[in-house]
């Protein structure tokens, strides 16, 4: 039989279909979890004596109506005068009202239990549009400490209460997935005390995300994941992998313009032992923006290649793909290399046949090469540039493949090793700490839009070749957008100076315009965040980023990373429009200060979850419903620790993997 938590909520309750409907969309979902999922934002106090309420509180009383003050003008306030069973005096106060429907509500010498905000005034206490008016006999439901639910349009919160009450009362004792030894050891709460726990807030702290009940909830969460994340390693682990060594026949005939450094053969040799051994590489390269992964990524792919199998690089987006595939193919003219986009359907068959009978060597793309239909003769190495960008999902889906196991990750973002361990499980880490030599730090300047002359004027006088992020490609919610500023510049500079960028180009004229302005045909390239990442030109030295204030603090370390990468001093224009949030000027400021990556990413960690950031995924990482990866370290370890000390069955996995899905949305990978 369905657990009780995962059958529909409405075979419990008894409500309206019209309200069923509102209750589902509120949460999310039609089955009691759901709805037990659904946490109080805040609490709301309602006292019941007269002669002791706090203002921010609301006050119940029992009323008899003994008088109606319908004033002259509508402008005044209408007032019913309600006297309780004591004899004290209490004014309801409406303004904007509809006298007819007031004196039908509260007749005269009718007897009401009312509750509202109320105001202690010269003329006595007042209770201004009371949110409750119920039967006289009503008065004891609506004392005391109440929780305060997010709502959608026509819900109430009267009602959220009464539904989720009504679940509580008929909830079974659930039989809790961690020992009882286990909850001592970590001070947790039980899961059904936690539940109950959440829906009835004492305090306002009752509800804030770091209470013990929502802590043993996020708990939970984090331990499916961990259990997940340790599934796929076993099964991963359990086979053997080839073992490919390096026999420098074709690596040889790789031409460098320059020497790899110390850090970056380093980081090849970890590889190289990796996939020498036939235990699968989970190996992550972290090294900051323009330290020089790319070329450790494709030596390794060579190395596969030398053994006779294939290689596969999954990239963010479709420029830094078509980047990959020109740079690659440059310095290998002989070995075959494919490129598979996701908007790029029409040539795709042809290139499954290739792919399939091993002809492709190398395949690079977007994640159109996650699709089904894309199959190996015999994949040997799977990199993920820009990995961050990506879910375990995808991740998986590419560990999958042809059965490859080898995986090498790369990432600009340092990642926290418990938010290695929470998305991953367990992943190796090669660092690159130190640039190529000779580069100069970047400098960054912080500037309003209203000189924006003065920038023109400056840039005029140099000849550098220049990205101009813009948040948008059509103008909204009053964010310059690429258009827009495209032609302002074509104006101050010449037309053909200055051209366009965005991702939903057609990859051809993406590659056009890309290869234009890295050949040094324009000047000005204006773009959206599509070449956030990855983008390698290094004779453009000079990055304005419009909105700064707008951007979070790893994008925008992100951006800036696009120059830099040449032996010219480089430039960021931090370009702000007003009003900027007092978090944002706090990024604007760390932004000028430093260029340390790792600084910049704890930071970010820090102001993280400021509303006024564009887009969603930050720092990439999809965070988890309940927590958060980036800040819970602590419930991420204990998760690790319960996950790895209790043997769940496989029905107990898959319950509790069903408690944190949501309909459209998995929760866990
Ligand atoms: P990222 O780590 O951000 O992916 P890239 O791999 O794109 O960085 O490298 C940035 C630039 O540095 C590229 O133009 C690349 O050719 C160059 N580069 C990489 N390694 C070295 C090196 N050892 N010496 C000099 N330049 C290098
Ligand atoms: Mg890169």
Redesign the pocket.
């Known amino acids: 039989m369905t657990h009780f938590l995962l059958q529909p909520f409405e075979n419990f309750v008894k409500i309206s279909s019209f309200t069923g409907k509102l209750i589902k969309k509120c949460c999310s979902g039609d089955r009691v979890i759901d709805l037990l999922f659904h946490f109080p934002s805040s609490v709301q106090n309602r006292s019941g004596n007269i002669n002791d309420f706090s203002e921010k509180d609301k006050l119940t009383v029992t009323l008899k109506i003994v008088d109606h003050m319908a004033p002259r003008s509508p402008k005044y306030p209408y007032k019913i005068i309600g006297q309780t069973p004591n004899g004290d005096f209490v004014t309801i106060v409406y303004f904007n009202y509809n006298a007819v429907l007031i004196r039908k509500t509260l007749p005269f010498e009718g007897v009401f239990t009312v509750s509202g905000t109320a105001k202690k005034t010269a003329d006595g206490i007042q209770i201004t549009h009371p949110d409750v008016i119920a039967a006289p006999n009503m008065q004891k439901y609506y004392i005391g400490i109440e929780p305060i639910y997010p709502l959608v349009s026509k819900l109430t919160n009267r009602t959220m209460i009464y539904v989720i009450k009504s679940l509580l009362q008929v909830m079974p004792d659930i039989n809790d997935l961690i020992p009882e030894k286990l909850l001592k050891e970590y001070e947790l709460m039980t899961f059904s005390n936690a539940i109950r726990t959440v829906h009835n807030p004492k305090i306002p702290a009752d509800v804030l995300i770091s209470s013990k009940a929502r802590e043993r909830i996020a708990i939970d969460e984090l331990l499916i994941n961990q259990i997940r994340l340790r599934q796929i390693r076993a099964s991963i682990s359990q086979q053997n992998t080839q073992s490919f060594t390096s026999k420098n026949t074709i690596i040889q005939s790789l031409q460098l313009p320059?020497?790899?450094?110390e850090d970056?053969l380093s980081c090849l040799d970890d590889i190289k032992r990796d996939l020498s051994s036939e235990i699968p590489m989970n190996r992550l390269i972290q090294?900051?923006?323009?330290?020089?992964?790319?070329?450790i990524a494709f030596i390794s792919m060579l190395v596969v290649l030398e053994n006779g199998a294939q290689a596969a690089m999954l990239v963010p987006t479709e420029i830094l793909a078509l980047q990959h595939f020109t740079n690659i193919k440059k310095m290998l003219p002989k070995i075959k290399i494919d490129i598979m986009l996701a908007s790029n359907r029409s040539s795709r068959a042809k290139q499954i046949d290739l792919l399939k009978s091993g002809e492709t060597q190398i395949l690079i793309g977007t994640h159109a090469i996650l699709e089904d239909n894309i199959e190996f003769k015999n994949l040997g190495l799977a990199v993920i540039d820009e990995q961050h960008r990506f879910g375990v999902m995808q991740r998986l889906a590419l560990i999958k493949k042809s059965h490859c196991q080898n995986i090498l990750a790369?990432s600009?973002t340092p990642i926290p090793r418990t938010l290695l361990l929470g998305c991953y499980g367990d992943l190796d880490v090669s660092s690159?700490k130190t640039k190529?030599?000779g580069r100069k730090p970047i400098e960054t300047v912080v500037i309003g839009v209203s000189k924006i002359e003065d920038l023109i004027e400056r840039l005029k006088k140099v000849d550098s070749q220049v990205y101009w992020v813009c948040p948008v490609i059509e103008e909204s919610e009053n964010l310059t957008d690429i258009n827009t500023r495209c032609d302002y510049l074509s104006k101050q500079f010449s037309t053909k100076d200055v051209a366009i960028l965005h991702g939903k180009m057609k990859p051809k004229e993406k590659d056009e315009i890309m290869s234009r302005f890295k050949n040094g045909e324009f000047r000005i390239l204006v773009s959206t965040t599509v070449i956030e990442v990855?983008v390698?030109i290094?004779s453009a030295n000079v990055i304005v980023i419009e909105h700064a204030e707008r951007f979070g603090l790893a994008q925008l370390h992100q951006l800036r990373?696009r120059v830099g990468?040449g032996s010219d001093q480089s430039y960021c224009i931090l370009l702000y429009h007003n009003p900027v949030s007092t978090v944002g000027k706090q990024r604007l400021q760390l932004m000028k200060s430093t260029t340390d990556g790792f600084l910049i990413s704890e930071e970010d960690l820090k102001l993280r979850g400021a509303g006024d950031i564009l887009g969603k995924e930050q720092s990439g990482f999809q965070s988890l419903r309940f927590s958060d990866f980036a800040s819970n370290d602590q419930l991420i370890q204990i998760a690790d620790k319960i996950s790895s000390s209790i043997e769940l069955d496989s029905d107990n996995i898959t319950f509790l993997y069903k408690l944190f899905s949501r309909i459209h949305e998995d929760v866990v990978a």
């Not at 320059?258 to 450094?261: E, G, I, K, N």
């Not at 090294?287 to 070329?295: L, P, R, Y």
Request: proline share 8%; hydrophobic share 30%; no cysteine.
């Open positions: 320059f020497q790899l450094t970056q090294g900051d923006v323009g330290s020089g992964k790319t070329i790369m600009a690159i190529p030599q990855g390698d290094p990373g990468r």
